[in-house]
C-alpha cells in the first residue's frame, strides 16, 4: 500500500499564563529528568516501532504533503490538539483517544471530514456507539514483546508480589477501601511485595522489578486499554487484577454527564492471564485461585500476549482500518443518506 499518513503530537497548552508551557517545560526536566513517554505517546511509539517490524512505509506530521494530496486519508491520534490545529480538507481516521467521549464535540461529523473513529477497547465502543454507531471500531495498539520479555531462567524471584498502584479518583477513599486491605492481606500471608506508583517510577526500573516478581496486584478503577499490566503479561509475569466492572467514574464525567457501565481494568484478558476479584474481601481467594492455576500449568501470561497483543498483529489491524476508512465515504456523507 501507499504510505500512511500519521499526525500525533503531546498536547502542550499554557496553564496560568501565555507562553508559560515553555518555562514550565524546562521545571518539569530539572524536577523530573528527561521526558518519560505517557500513554499517548506510547501508542504512537508503538505503533510507528510495528509499521517498521512490517517494514510499512509511514509519513509523520507531513503537513505540506497533506495538503498537496487532499484526497489522502490522513490518521490523527493522541488528544484533540492535533485535530484542532489544522484546518484539514483530508478524510480522516481519528483515534484512538482523541476524545474521552462523543460529548466533547458533538459537532465532529460537521467540523471534519471523519470516515472511522478508533478507541482503544471494547468497552469504549460500546460507550460511544449510541453516538458514534457503527463508525467507531475498537483497536488497540501492541506491546513491545521483545523488549518486555521473560527474564533469565536464572533470574532470582525475590519479591513474591509487585503491586501496581494506578488509583486515580478520590485517592484517600481508595486507599482506604482497595489499597491498605490488599496490603495488609499480602502482609498476613507474609509475603514479600514492592508497591509502585503510576506516574511515579522510571519505566526500566519497572522493567527489572518484573523480572524479580513471581505475580502482580494490579490495581486501577478502569483501563481503555492497559498498556502497563499488559507489559507485565508479557514479560511472563500473571496478574492479580482489581476488576469491580462497575461504572466509568472518571469525574470530568461522571454521575452528572455520563453514567456507562459496565468498564474494566483489565479489558484484554484470558484465563492465562490470572485471576480478578471484584471487591478487597474477594483478594484472598484471587490468590489462591493464582496460586491452583500456577499448579495446574493455566497460567502462560505471554503467549496471551503474543496472540492478540503484539506490534506485528496490532500494527496491521491498524493498516486493515485504514484501507477500510480510505474506501469508505465521511460520516457526515453516509449519516445524511441515512
Not at 188 to 216: F, S, W
Request: with cysteine; glycine share 6%.
Amino acid at each position: 500500500m501507499t504510505q500512511l499518513n500519521l499526525f500525533y503530537a503531546e498536547p502542550d497548552l499554557d496553564r496560568w499564563l501565555p507562553l508559560d508551557r515553555f518555562p514550565r517545560k524546562i521545571i518539569r526536566r530539572i524536577l523530573n529528568g528527561p521526558h518519560r513517554p505517557g500513554g499517548q505517546m506510547r501508542v504512537f511509539l508503538n505503533l510507528s516501532a510495528g509499521l517498521k517490524l512490517l517494514d510499512l512505509p509511514f509519513r509523520v506530521n507531513d503537513f505540506k504533503h497533506a495538503r498537496r494530496h487532499p484526497e489522502e486519508l490522513c490518521c490523527v491520534l493522541g488528544k484533540r490538539n492535533m485535530l484542532e490545529s489544522c484546518q484539514w480538507t483530508n478524510p480522516l481516521m481519528i483515534g484512538p483517544s482523541v476524545f474521552d467521549h462523543p460529548i466533547d464535540c458533538p459537532q465532529l461529523f460537521e467540523k471534519w471530514r471523519v470516515r472511522r473513529l478508533l478507541v482503544p477497547g471494547e468497552w469504549m465502543r460500546l460507550m460511544c456507539k449510541p453516538n458514534w454507531g457503527p463508525h467507531v471500531f475498537d483497536w488497540p495498539v501492541g506491546i513491545d514483546t521483545n523488549h518486555w520479555t521473560t527474564a533469565n531462567p536464572g533470574t532470582d524471584r525475590d519479591i513474591d508480589v509487585l503491586v501496581y498502584d494506578k488509583l486515580r479518583w478520590d485517592r484517600a477513599n481508595a486507599e482506604k477501601r482497595i489499597l491498605n486491605p490488599v496490603l495488609a492481606e499480602l502482609n498476613r500471608r507474609k509475603l514479600h511485595h514492592v508497591k509502585i506508583r503510576y506516574g511515579q517510577y522510571d519505566p526500566e526500573n519497572y522493567r527489572a522489578l518484573l523480572g524479580r516478581t513471581r505475580c502482580m496486584v494490579f490495581l486501577c478503577e478502569h483501563e481503555t486499554q492497559g498498556i502497563a499490566y499488559q507489559e507485565a503479561l508479557s514479560s511472563g509475569v500473571p496478574v492479580v487484577a482489581w476488576d469491580h466492572q462497575t461504572f466509568w467514574t472518571d469525574p470530568n464525567y461522571y454521575p452528572e454527564k455520563v453514567s456507562f457501565s459496565p468498564v474494566s481494568a483489565v479489558p484484554y484478558w484470558d484465563k492465562r492471564c490470572g485471576t480478578r476479584f471484584a471487591t478487597p474481601e474477594k483478594f484472598p481467594e484471587a490468590l489462591d485461585l493464582l496460586e491452583a492455576a500456577r499448579i495446574a500449568g493455566v497460567l502462560n501470561p505471554r503467549a496471551y500476549i503474543l496472540e492478540n497483543l503484539s506490534l506485528e498483529k496490532c500494527s496491521g489491524d491498524f493498516v486493515r482500518h485504514v484501507e477500510a476508512a480510505s474506501l469508505a465515504p465521511d460520516i457526515s456523507t453516509s449519516m445524511n443518506r441515512a
